[in-house]
Each structure stands twice: as structure tokens, then as C-alpha cells.
């Protein structure tokens, strides 16, 4: 599945017109938090269910889907699963309104593309449903069918070369766009022996002093990423690592007040903020150089 999406990502990078299987369908239901919720809840909604598309399942979300998946033929197991999805979606072009638009638009904003979620289908939305479809080696139109709604909703997003600190499933977005205190950097709140993962490939330093704890510092990019307060390292120093490898277990050493991730990122002498690299990484768009984040405003 990892090899799968990184081969359809170089053959993007590489201008292929030949179209990748779609990605799989996500399975929503029980707990699950996240923006294919919040797609499932407005093509609930535009289907006449009276939810809030708030991005978690809770009992009138999964009641609506067993409602559905009833009036549909379908098990109602209060899972939206492939089957489900295929009777949910719908397509659109250019001129519709409602609730599935904004589904297909908030999925658009995900990706990258700079539509506004009004549930109306405008200029706007059209050229950004074509160049994400180009992208994925669509045919190069504004109809949004059931091929075009999975590559939209499946999935979870990826970007070539670069990985979130923990695993996605660890922390909602909301996590990373925290400001730090008194420096720019982030504190992730996570327990004692969580995976901690390499941003992206490059060079590891180990740390072990009284500010930092045990720690790793990554030379990548130009730029160090600074990683404290481990439980335990899981690298050794000098080591060289790929994006996502598992580097150390989140603890509370050094100078900290209880269990959390810091992490920071470093040109020289320099910190920069954090935010935006993990959010676009998070949103499985192309990061911002590391460079190119601010060196203030995100911290308070
Ligand atoms: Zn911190």
C-alpha cells in the first residue's frame, strides 16, 4: 500500500497520464474523526439527514447512516464502508448548490486547492476539480463522478519525502497548529512510549542533556529537526533514516512538566515555526521549505 502510493506519486511527478487505481475507500463509523466524515455528513445531509457536518461520528451520525444504508438495501451496520459510499455519492458539475457540493469543496480545500465551501459549483470550483483530476490522470473535465469522489475522499493523504512526527491516527489537525510557548517550536501532547517518526530522510544526532532530555536532532533539508523529552531513543547517533522511521518513544525527560512531544525546527541558530510544515503534511500537500516558515508568531 506505501510502495503502491509512492510509485503513483512519482509517476505524478513525472507527468504520467495514465491513471493509478483509486485509493480505498475510508471506512467511517464508531469513533472516527476526520475530513472523510465530515464528507460522509454533508452527502448525508444533501440525502436530507438532519446532522452537523462537525468531522465526528457520534449517535445521530450513525443513526443517519443506518437510516441510509435501510432505505439503500444495504446492511445497516451504521458503516460507511464501499458499498455505502457508492450509493452516497453523487455527480456534480459545474452550476449545482448544496450540501454535496460543499462536501466535494471542503475535500478541494484539503488537497490544496483555494475554494471556498459555499455548496455552490463556480468558476472556481470547476478549475480546481479539473486540475485535481488532471492530476490524478482524470480526464480533464469538472464532473465530479464516483471515480473522481475517491480519489477526493480515499485515502489517507501522503506527500513524497516527508512524514508526520506521529503516526496520523495519534492527534487531531488541531493539534499542530498550537502556538509554543515563550519560542517558536510545538509541543504535541502525546503519552510516554509513543512512536515518534522521522519528518524526513536525513542524519540523526543523538541528545541527552537537562533541557532537552533524550532527544534527536535531524539534519535535512538545510534545516535540524529538534525532537525532546524521549522515553527512549530507537536510533543510534549518526544513523541515517527515512521519512516515517521510527526514531523513539515520547516520555518526559529534560525540562518538562509531564508527557508530551517537543518539536522544533532549526536554520543555524534560528528557530522556526513548526505549524505550517505539519499541517500541510498533515493535509497531504507539498510542505513549505523550512526556510520559508516564520520565525515568529507562534508562540505566546
Ligand atoms: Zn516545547
Same mark, same amino acid.
Given at each position: 500500500?506505501?510502495?503502491?502510493?509512492? &510509485? @503513483?506519486?512519482?509517476? /505524478?511527478?513525472?507527468?504520467?497520464?495514465?491513471?493509478?487505481?483509486?485509493?480505498? %475507500?475510508?471506512?467511517?463509523?464508531?469513533?472516527?474523526?476526520?475530513?472523510?466524515?465530515?464528507?460522509?455528513?454533508? !452527502?448525508?445531509?444533501?440525502?436530507?439527514?438532519?446532522?452537523?457536518?462537525?468531522?465526528?461520528?457520534?449517535?445521530?451520525?450513525?443513526?443517519?447512516?443506518?437510516?441510509?444504508?435501510?432505505?439503500?438495501?444495504?446492511?445497516?451496520?451504521? /458503516?460507511?464502508?464501499?458499498?455505502?459510499?457508492?450509493?452516497?455519492?453523487?455527480?456534480?458539475?459545474?452550476?449545482?448548490?448544496?450540501? @454535496?457540493?460543499?462536501?466535494?469543496?471542503?475535500?478541494?480545500?484539503?488537497?490544496?486547492?483555494?475554494?471556498?465551501?459555499?455548496?455552490?459549483?463556480?468558476? $472556481? +470550483?470547476? #478549475?480546481?476539480?479539473?486540475?485535481?483530476?488532471?492530476?490524478?490522470?482524470?480526464?480533464?473535465?469538472?464532473?465530479?463522478?464516483?471515480?473522481? %469522489?475517491?480519489?477526493? /475522499?480515499?485515502? +489517507?493523504? #501522503?506527500?513524497?519525502?516527508?512524514?508526520?512526527?506521529? $503516526?496520523?491516527? +495519534?492527534?487531531?489537525?488541531?493539534?499542530?497548529?498550537?502556538?509554543?510557548?515563550?519560542?517558536?517550536?510545538?509541543?504535541?501532547?502525546?503519552?510516554?512510549?509513543?512512536?515518534?517518526? @522521522?519528518?524526513?530522510?536525513? +542524519?540523526?544526532?543523538?541528545?541527552?542533556? #537537562?533541557?532537552?532530555?533524550?532527544?534527536?536532532?535531524?539534519?535535512?533539508?538545510?534545516?535540524?529537526?529538534?525532537?525532546?523529552?524521549?522515553?527512549?531513543?530507537? &536510533?543510534?547517533?549518526?544513523?541515517?533514516?527515512?521519512?516515517?522511521? !521510527?526514531?523513539?518513544?515520547?516520555?518526559?525527560?529534560?525540562? $518538562?512538566?509531564?508527557?508530551? !512531544?517537543?518539536?522544533?525546527?532549526?536554520?543555524?541558530?534560528?528557530?522556526?515555526?513548526?505549524?505550517?510544515?505539519?499541517?500541510?503534511?498533515?493535509?497531504?500537500?507539498?510542505?513549505?521549505?523550512? $526556510?520559508?516558515?516564520?520565525?515568529?508568531?507562534?508562540?505566546?
Amino acid at each position: 500500500m506505501l510502495l503502491a502510493t509512492v &510509485v @503513483a506519486m512519482v509517476m /505524478i511527478g513525472a507527468g504520467s497520464a495514465h491513471a493509478a487505481p483509486a485509493p480505498a %475507500w475510508p471506512l467511517v463509523g464508531g469513533d472516527s474523526t476526520g475530513p472523510e466524515v465530515t464528507s460522509a455528513q454533508y !452527502l448525508l445531509r444533501q440525502r436530507g439527514a438532519q446532522i452537523d457536518a462537525d468531522g465526528i461520528v457520534g449517535p445521530k451520525t450513525q443513526a443517519a447512516v443506518k437510516a441510509f444504508q435501510t432505505a439503500q438495501g444495504l446492511t445497516a451496520d451504521g /458503516i460507511v464502508g464501499p458499498k455505502t459510499w457508492g450509493k452516497l455519492v453523487m455527480n456534480l458539475d459545474s452550476g449545482a448548490t448544496g450540501e @454535496a457540493v460543499k462536501g466535494a469543496q471542503h475535500q478541494l480545500v484539503r488537497h490544496g486547492y483555494q475554494v471556498k465551501p459555499d455548496g455552490t459549483f463556480a468558476a $472556481s +470550483t470547476a #478549475s480546481a476539480v479539473t486540475a485535481f483530476k488532471t492530476k490524478h490522470g482524470l480526464p480533464a473535465t469538472s464532473l465530479i463522478d464516483a471515480t473522481t %469522489w475517491q480519489w477526493l /475522499i480515499g485515502g +489517507t493523504p #501522503s506527500v513524497a519525502g516527508w512524514s508526520l512526527p506521529l $503516526s496520523r491516527a +495519534t492527534l487531531p489537525r488541531s493539534e499542530y497548529d498550537d502556538p509554543h510557548h515563550d519560542y517558536p517550536a510545538i509541543d504535541l501532547p502525546v503519552g510516554t512510549g509513543t512512536r515518534a517518526l @522521522a519528518v524526513t530522510a536525513g +542524519t540523526v544526532a543523538l541528545v541527552n542533556d #537537562s533541557t532537552c532530555g533524550r532527544g534527536v536532532v535531524l539534519s535535512a533539508n538545510g534545516a535540524r529537526f529538534v525532537y525532546c523529552h524521549f522515553s527512549q531513543h530507537a &536510533v543510534a547517533s549518526g544513523a541515517t533514516v527515512q521519512a516515517g522511521q !521510527l526514531i523513539g518513544y515520547t516520555g518526559n525527560t529534560g525540562n $518538562s512538566t509531564g508527557p508530551h !512531544l517537543h518539536f522544533g525546527v532549526k536554520i543555524g541558530s534560528t528557530s522556526h515555526c513548526p505549524q505550517r510544515l505539519l499541517l500541510a503534511i498533515y493535509d497531504g500537500v507539498a510542505p513549505p521549505a523550512p $526556510s520559508s516558515l516564520p520565525t515568529s508568531g507562534c508562540s505566546y
